[in-house]
Nanobody, 118 residues
Framework: QVQLVESGGGLVQAGGSLRLSCVASELTLSRYRMGWFRQAPGKEREFVGCMWSSGLTVYADSMKGRFTISRDSAKNTMYLQMNSLRPEDTAIYYC????????????WGQGTQVTVSS
C-alpha cells in the first residue's frame, strides 16, 4: 500500500526557515512527479511546487526564490526547504505523487502543519 508521510512542520517566526520531509513507501518517488501543496484555513488547496522524475522543478510564483524542492533517492524522501517564511505561509502542507506523464496526483500524504508567527 502506497504511503506518503510528511514531517517537519511546526511553529516558526516570520523570516525563519523550515524543512519538510515526505517519505514514500511502496512507491519509488524518483519515478513519479512529486508535488507539494498547501491549504490554509478557509482557503482552497494551493500548488506550491513539484519535481518531475527528471529532477526538473517548478514552483508557484509566490514561492519562487524562497522554497526549494529536493529529493534523496537513497532515502526515497522528498524535501521542501522553506526560507524567509511569512505569516501567509501558514497552512497544512501536503506532498503528493502522480504518474510521471500524468496530470493529476494519485497519492497524498496526511499533511503537516506549518505556522508562521508575525
Amino acid at each position: 500500500q502506497v504511503q506518503l508521510v510528511e514531517s517537519g512542520g511546526g511553529l516558526v517566526q516570520a523570516g525563519g526557515s523550515l524543512r519538510l520531509s515526505c517519505v514514500a513507501s511502496e512507491l519509488t518517488l524518483s519515478r513519479y512527479r512529486m508535488g507539494w501543496f498547501r491549504q490554509a484555513p478557509g482557503k482552497e488547496r494551493e500548488f506550491v511546487g513539484c519535481m518531475w522524475s527528471s529532477g526538473l522543478t517548478v514552483y508557484a510564483d509566490s514561492m519562487k526564490g524562497r522554497f526549494t524542492i529536493s529529493r534523496d533517492s537513497a532515502k526515497n524522501t522528498m524535501y521542501l526547504q522553506m526560507n524567509s517564511l511569512r505569516p501567509e505561509d501558514t497552512a497544512i502542507y501536503y506532498c503528493a505523487a502522480g504518474l510521471a506523464y500524468g496530470s493529476s496526483y494519485d497519492y497524498w500524504g496526511q499533511g503537516t502543519q506549518v505556522t508562521v508567527s508575525s
